[in-house]
């Protein structure tokens, strides 16, 4: 089957870093990606990683190890806006399929 | 703007009704999707269309149905078959016009009263 596993809940407090982890498991692979979404919102893109390495945006870096079929999503410099659940998609590229991760809850603290 | 609209942002369904969710985009994607959200949890993928007047089960189809007859038009059907329909809806559409990153719709809410 295809899956991808991410821990439920993390917390932080301000000014932090804090690194969310993805492992998957799917029959095709493109690329790895990740989003943010607030509570009643829509899921909004973060970072997309095709190729192994690292991949800087702002506050946010996200990772890829397909050998490991693994990712990471790192957020520095926390800030309380931050608070928000973090998905990961495996783009399983020949088939279309978008698969996503169970989410997880990211709660800032002061 | 470019984007994604999904019509009605609420909705509420009563017990053997069909209803249907809306979800146009005017990015010129070819790929559009729809997910199910249930309340803290993850986006589960009902269904699939890669090109016009194509579409393929997601994970969690039965009781659901789509059509793309148009590039720009995605619409969902839940229908009485669906016993629990009460969720978060969200329409989604990636294309090499907008370097392949997804594009969500604000969603839609349906409530079975």
């Known amino acids: 089957g295809q899956s991808l596993e991410q821990p439920s809940e993390v917390t932080a407090v301000e000014g932090a870093i804090v690194q969310i982890n993805c492992t998957y498991q799917?029959?095709?692979?493109?690329?790895l990606s990740w989003y943010q979404q607030h509570d009643g919102g829509a899921p909004t893109f973060l970072s997309y990683n095709a190729l192994d390495g690292l991949e800087e945006t702002g506050r946010f870096s996200s990772f890829l190890s397909r050998s490991d079929s693994y990712g990471y999503l790192l957020l520095q410099e926390l800030q309380m806006k931050d608070s928000a659940s973090y998905f990961c998609a495996v783009d399983s590229g020949n088939t279309g399929k978008l698969i996503f991760g169970q989410g997880t809850t990211l709660q800032v603290k002061p | 703007d470019g984007g994604i609209t999904q019509s009605p942002k609420y909705l509420f369904r009563k017990e053997g009704q069909n209803v249907t969710l809306s979800c146009e985009q005017n990015l010129n994607h070819d790929a559009m999707y729809w997910y199910r959200q249930d309340p803290g949890q993850g986006l589960r993928l009902i269904y699939y269309s890669q090109i016009v007047n194509d579409f393929q089960k997601g994970d969690i189809a039965e009781g659901y149905s789509v059509s793309r007859e148009k590039k720009e038009s995605f619409p969902l059907t839940v229908t009485s078959a669906q016993k629990n329909p009460t969720a978060f809806y969200l329409c989604a559409s990636v294309g090499q016009a907008t370097g392949n990153t997804i594009y969500f719709g604000e969603g839609s809410w349906l409530t079975v009263v």
């Open positions: 799917t029959s095709g692979f493109y690329g």
